[in-house]
């Protein structure tokens, strides 16, 4: 398929273009001009154009599907710029969508299991959930999928990656105690990259569009155990300090949802010392340049 990816350089684009170009698709990836520029995406030959600019409609013109990754991932930054993350989450979409129906081309919308919560628990939630509303009242062929909390090569705590299992990894790596602010027993559903990946890759070949799924692996791991299975992966001894204390809205609350019967997610045994290995090697190879 011809694929086009935004936000080609952060986490969960750069992941899904270097498989989906390694499976051997045609993937156009783009990335907003001055972005950050981080290491792991070196030699990406990313198109810089921002996704809210009409510019970037042609470029769909003769794509299959546009896998739409560009935004503001995270709720710590939807919290310090709630406009730009409505901006960036959803007024994005409205415009790749204007694209899609030019084209013929079908988008993949990337949300959280968070924008499925009555009401959305914060700003991160909300402006993904209204990203959600464009796809559903637009004519484009569009399908929202809803990811727990994804983790794998390319998440890279030092230039920017605010997943916990990322931080936990960075830590242990460094030699450094874990902290777990707040309930450390709050329980995520962890899904590895490369089956998240592997989902967007079934869904857009199948011409699934115009639905809502959720990938997850349906299995609620408090941030305590996930911060063990990372020592044991690293083979680190660090403490594990919990001291407590408030966290913003949303934050030190539990999320999980139902798996897909369709979608295969690995346990988490087995996907985070794959990603502690990845995260070895990114780092020596950092080291090196």
């Not at 399908?143 to 230039?159: D, K, N």
């Not at 990656?161 to 790596?173: E, Q, R």
């Not at 798996?259 to 045994?269: G, I, K, T, Y």
Request: charged share 25%; with cysteine.
């Amino acid at each position: 398929m011809r694929f086009l990816v935004t936000g080609a350089t952060g986490f969960l684009g750069w992941r899904a273009t270097t498989l989906l170009r390694d499976r051997g698709h045609d993937v156009l990836a783009l990335a907003r001009p001055g972005g950050a520029e981080r290491s792991f995406a070196r030699g990406l030959d990313a198109e810089r154009v921002d996704a809210g600019d009409p510019a970037i409609r042609d470029l769909v013109a003769g794509r299959d599907a546009v896998l739409h990754f560009a935004g503001v991932p995270d709720p710590a930054g939807a919290r310090r710029d709630p406009a730009r993350a409505v901006r960036e989450n959803a007024g994005t979409t409205l415009n790749l969508l204007e694209a899609c129906a030019e084209h013929g081309a079908g988008l993949v919308y990337p949300s959280t299991v968070r924008a499925a919560v009555e009401p959305p628990p914060d700003e991160y939630a909300l402006s993904k959930r209204l990203g959600e509303l464009v796809c559903g009242l637009h004519p484009a062929p569009a399908t929202v999928v809803r990811f727990t909390s994804v983790f794998g090569p390319g998440q890279v705590a030092r230039e920017g990656a605010t997943g916990a299992i990322a931080w936990f990894a960075a830590k242990a790596l460094d030699g450094e105690p874990i902290v777990i602010p707040g309930d450390p027993n709050r329980a995520r559903d962890f899904v590895y990259v490369d089956d998240a990946v592997a989902a967007l890759e079934e869904i857009a070949m199948g011409g699934r569009w115009n639905e809502t799924v959720t990938v997850a692996s349906g299995v609620a791991t408090p941030l305590l155990r996930a911060a063990k299975l990372v020592l044991d992966a690293v083979g680190s001894s660090v403490p594990v300090e919990t001291p407590g204390g408030e966290l913003p809205p949303g934050e030190n609350e539990s999320y999980g949802a139902d798996p897909p019967v369709d979608f295969s997610v690995r346990p988490l045994e087995e996907a985070i010392p794959s990603y502690v290995d990845w995260l070895r090697s990114a780092t020596q190879s950092r080291a090196r340049a």
